[in-house]
């Protein structure tokens, strides 16, 4: 499987832009994927990188390097309902019988007023 | 439409018991797959299912066991539960190649 690497926390402020990064090894890549959760909630589904470059959906966007190994969720205009845990993920993908997720730890957002 | 759905919410359970988690995926989805979250950490893989075969494991000990019915719902099996099974357990349901979409989970404590 991949090991996926990101940051445990990071705290940022109402209104701001917020960078969360994610690392992956590149063998046997199938795309990411980035998840938000919220505390006791289940993961909802934020975005889906296969090819190199920027993926925008409103305030989200995600970014990956194919070659670096690399992506990044970028949060604009933080809201403080934003305050959740960010997942970044590596499908395995079975031929015609979806996905099995290997999820890094998480990054935990603070939004401060 | 309804969503993943799954049952129990919460759950409280002796060491040494054994414990059955169900899941029902959303309408037309084939594959389900199981994780495990512990507080504080990613979801971890443990099972999926599509078409009622095992497709994949993760690194789970025996006693973990699942099935996927021909209605595509499924069922997480733990035998002889230790503390270190009290975790979230989640229950993700996908069709070809699109996202999975997560029930609201089973907050398993082991007492």
């Known amino acids: 499987g991949q090991n996926i690497d990101q940051p445990t926390e990071m705290t940022a402020t109402e209104g701001a832009i917020v960078q969360i990064n994610c690392t992956y090894q590149?063998?046997?890549?199938?795309?990411l994927f980035w998840y938000q959760q919220h505390a006791g909630e289940a993961p909802t589904f934020l975005s889906y990188?296969?090819?190199?470059g920027l993926e925008e959906k409103g305030r989200f966007s995600s970014f990956l390097s194919r070659s670096k190994g690399y992506s990044y969720l970028l949060l604009k205009e933080l809201q403080m309902k934003d305050s959740a845990s960010y997942l970044c993920?590596?499908?395995?993908?079975?031929?015609?019988?979806?996905?099995?997720?290997?999820f890094g730890k998480g990054t935990s957002l603070l939004v401060t007023p | 439409d309804a969503g993943v759905t799954q049952s129990p919410t919460h759950l409280i359970k002796t060491r040494g018991q054994h414990v059955t988690l169900r899941c029902s995926p959303i309408s037309g989805h084939k594959s389900v797959s199981w994780y495990q979250q512990v507080l504080g950490q990613g979801p971890q893989f443990i099972f999926q299912y599509y078409e009622k075969e095992e497709r994949g494991r993760g690194n789970f000990p025996d006693r973990f066991s699942a099935r996927q019915f021909p209605n595509y719902s499924s069922e997480l099996n733990v035998n002889a539960l230790l503390l270190g099974d009290s975790a979230l357990y989640l229950c993700?349901?996908?069709?070809?190649?699109?996202?999975?979409?997560f029930g609201q989970g089973t907050r398993l404590t082991v007492v």
């Open positions: 993700a349901s996908s069709t070809e190649n699109t996202e999975a979409f």
């Open positions: 990188n296969v090819l190199d």
């Open positions: 993920a590596g499908p395995s993908l079975n031929s015609n019988s979806g996905y099995a997720l290997n």
């Open positions: 590149t063998s046997g890549f199938n795309g």
